[in-house]
């Protein structure tokens, strides 16, 4: 075999290898971050007449992302929807024993700002009720922010204010004083 042929198996062959690890890496790290979604429907009665829609939640459980479909009533105004999709947030999910939404919490209010950031009031039962270490600290944001984001449109990023003030962090591990999305986009 001529060694050009053999360089270019040669080269072939490290790529592979050098993909297969990639993908090894990629399966690896997302069973052991947990970071792979589980959906699951949750029937919602809606009263007769009343105009409803779909919307996805993802909450934190178990050291992992779930996403359950809530339905809502339909609403027109950003802040509206996000005020259904932040209460359904709130209420951790229907079908796990164990949430890592922090009990007690309110919201207080959603202000959609000329920004582009959607800034999320809650009550301080947020921070002081917080019960975690780091991932769980940053899956309870992720589920937050992806459950905004993939549900309203014209929202660049979202911001988390405790009642009505900035934030340094909730649980001490993710500085909350800026918007979330590049704090969290970077991890899928």
Request: negative net charge; charged residues 25%.
């Amino acid at each position: 075999m001529p060694a050009n042929k053999k360089r270019i198996l040669l080269i072939l062959v490290f790529i592979l290898l050098f993909l297969g690890g990639i993908a090894g890496g990629f399966f690896y790290f997302s069973q052991l971050f947990g970071f792979k979604q589980t959906v699951e429907t949750v029937p919602q009665e809606v009263k007769q007449g009343e105009d409803a829609s779909f919307v996805r939640v993802y909450y934190p459980s178990e050291g992992r992302l779930i996403m359950e479909e809530r339905r809502v009533k339909r609403q027109v105004a950003v802040t509206a929807i996000a005020e259904e999709i932040v209460s359904e947030f709130l209420k951790g999910p229907s079908n796990t024993a164990k949430s890592a939404v922090p009990s007690g919490t309110k919201l207080l209010g959603v202000y959609y700002g000329s920004d582009g950031i959607l800034y999320v009031d809650l009550s301080d039962e947020f921070r002081r009720n917080f019960q975690g270490d780091a991932l769980n600290e940053f899956l309870l944001l992720k589920g937050l922010y992806d459950s905004i984001i993939s549900n309203v449109t014209g929202v660049d990023d979202v911001k988390v204010i405790i009642e009505g003030k900035e934030i340094e962090s909730i649980g001490g591990h993710f500085l909350a004083l800026y918007p979330l999305k590049n704090m969290l986009a970077d991890v899928k």
